[in-house]
């Protein structure tokens, strides 16, 4: 089961962190993924992290502004966002993947079993 939290209205230039935090005993091993979705849009790739942490890859709208990066010890993957843009704004959801998947595999939808609510982020202009 995950839990996503830490969204919320910024303005532009801003920052949040988004928070997912995930119950079960093997949940550290899993590989995990941000996705968002924008009114009238389709679900997109956000940023993945592999389960060990050391292996990380973003979507180019956020790169350079978002990180990925998780706790095994608490079991809950960030999502560090800075200078936010008006176009940010969408429900972010945390994904979960059980499989030893290649980073870039990591980047699309159907490659995560287990999703999060989703959080919402409101960024101002």
């Not at 949940?27 to 996705?35: C, H, L, R």
Request: proline share 2%; aromatic share 12%; charged share 15%.
């Amino acid at each position: 089961q995950l839990q996503a939290s830490g969204g919320g209205l910024v303005q532009t230039g801003g920052s949040l962190r988004l928070s997912c935090a995930a119950s079960g005993r093997t949940s550290s091993t899993y590989n995990m993924g941000w996705f968002r979705q924008a009114p009238g849009k389709e679900r997109e790739f956000v940023a993945a992290i592999k389960w060990s942490g050391t292996c990380t890859y973003y979507a180019d709208s956020v790169k350079g502004r978002f990180t990925i990066s998780r706790d095994n010890a608490l079991n809950t993957v960030y999502l560090q966002m800075n200078n936010l843009k008006p176009e940010d704004t969408a429900v972010y959801y945390c994904a979960a993947s059980s499989r030893l998947w290649n980073i870039v595999v990591l980047a699309t939808a159907p490659a995560y079993e287990y999703w999060g609510q989703g959080t919402l982020v409101t960024v101002s202009s």
